[in-house]
């Protein structure tokens, strides 16, 4: 019998792939089993930023940029600030994150950083091709996304799209204890639109134009949004932009744990990580991969029950609706940040409630169209 190259080839160092070797360099379950990392850029600058909640002290704390205890979620109508309780809403930037894991991982004899680009594993040979050469594993956990999530007919997919400007400011024009989840005041036409700001101090701050729409759109539009909102909600004139980013993020009911086989785990995005209705991930990953750590150390598949059936359907009627009514979404929203607590809301998108939790955050964001989609989904 042919002995593999490595006993795991992760596919991708991003956050899944990274997230997940760390979670294997720190079990002695894994000691002495050679793992490869094989992703093709250098992860050496700030692709993007992740944010997430969660209580009291985090193991990503020392390398947190910055974090809020209170928010705000704004309509042209109202106000609302949403204090988060015994939650914190924290930010990391991904090149503190990509330094971290390196650092971390680059002392381990078992762990080994590969360049390269994989084009197609085979399940049969467990060999992954890549650009460079050829790879054989026992196991193979790959992050990258494709695209069989688009062509479904059964589940819905709404794409999470934005750009954001680092600015600095001449003069004070943020709060820096307090972030803004959402600001209806700047949209775009018919869509479910807003603009998103982490304050790091009363003169610089991260601000994002966000859409959740069936469609894309080009980038103009972004650079134009965040300029009007910039100049006619928080009437700055003078501002300099130090950084940008942007991104899209596939929201979908879409079952990517069948897209996983006896030598193959889809991970991150691929395996269905990003949370469907909020497009929130990093939590969601670290979860996922203790699942992933428990089932092997159990002898089952490393993939075996990591997606709720349940909470999935919940996703998939809320993106329905949004892909039939996409003007509809800022009274959803509205109506979500009003009649719910925030710490409610939270414990609802990590799908940590009960059903009849979940039955009065659904019954809260009413509207007809929730009915239909209910039964379509349903």
């Not at 593999?4 to 294997?24: C, E, K, M, T, W």
């Not at 269905?272 to 929130?280: D, E, N, Q, R, T």
Request: glycine residues 6%.
């Amino acid at each position: 019998m042919i002995v593999p190259d490595y006993y795991y080839v992760i596919v991708g160092g991003g956050l899944a792939g990274l997230q997940l070797a760390l979670s294997i360099n720190e079990d002695i379950f894994f000691k002495g089993k050679k793992i490869a990392i094989i992703e093709p850029s250098l992860k050496d600058h700030n692709d993007k930023t992740w944010c997430f909640w969660e209580k009291g002290e985090g193991k990503w704390d020392e390398i947190t940029t910055k974090s809020w205890k209170k928010g705000k979620f704004i309509t042209k109508q109202q106000e609302n600030l949403l204090d988060l309780g015994d939650y914190s809403y924290k930010m990391l930037r991904a090149i503190d994150f990509y330094e971290y894991a390196k650092q971390k991982l680059e002392k381990s004899t078992d762990i080994f950083f590969i360049q390269d680009k994989i084009q197609s594993i085979d399940p049969v040979t467990r060999t992954a091709i890549g650009a460079k050469k050829k790879y054989t594993a026992k196991h193979f956990f790959d992050s990258r996304p494709g695209k069989k999530y688009q062509d479904d007919p059964k589940n819905t997919v709404i794409y999470q799209h934005f750009k954001g400007w680092r600015i600095k400011t001449s003069a004070p024009a943020f709060d820096p204890e307090v972030f803004t989840m959402m600001d209806y005041r700047i949209k775009y036409k018919n869509t479910t639109s807003f603009t998103y700001i982490l304050p790091f101090s009363e003169t610089e701050a991260l601000l994002e134009f966000t859409f959740f729409t069936p469609f894309m759109t080009e980038e103009a539009v972004y650079d134009e949004k965040l300029k009007e909102y910039l100049e006619q909600i928080l009437k700055i004139k003078d501002w300099e932009v130090l950084e940008t980013e942007k991104g899209m993020i596939p929201m979908t009911d879409f079952n990517f744990e069948k897209n996983s086989s006896k030598h193959i785990t889809m991970i991150g995005t691929a395996g269905g990580w990003v949370k469907a209705s909020s497009g929130y991930s990093f939590k969601n990953t670290e979860k996922k991969v203790a699942a992933i750590i428990e089932n092997i150390k159990m002898g089952k598949p490393p993939g075996q029950g990591l997606s709720s059936i349940r909470f999935r359907k919940y996703d998939g009627i809320f993106l329905d609706v949004l892909a039939r009514h996409n003007e509809l979404g800022e009274k959803i929203f509205e109506k979500l940040y009003t009649r719910n607590k925030v710490q409610e809301i939270f414990r609802f998108l990590d799908e940590e409630t009960k059903p009849s939790e979940e039955l009065k955050i659904m019954l809260s964001l009413y509207h007809p169209q929730f009915l239909k989609s209910f039964f379509r989904k349903i």
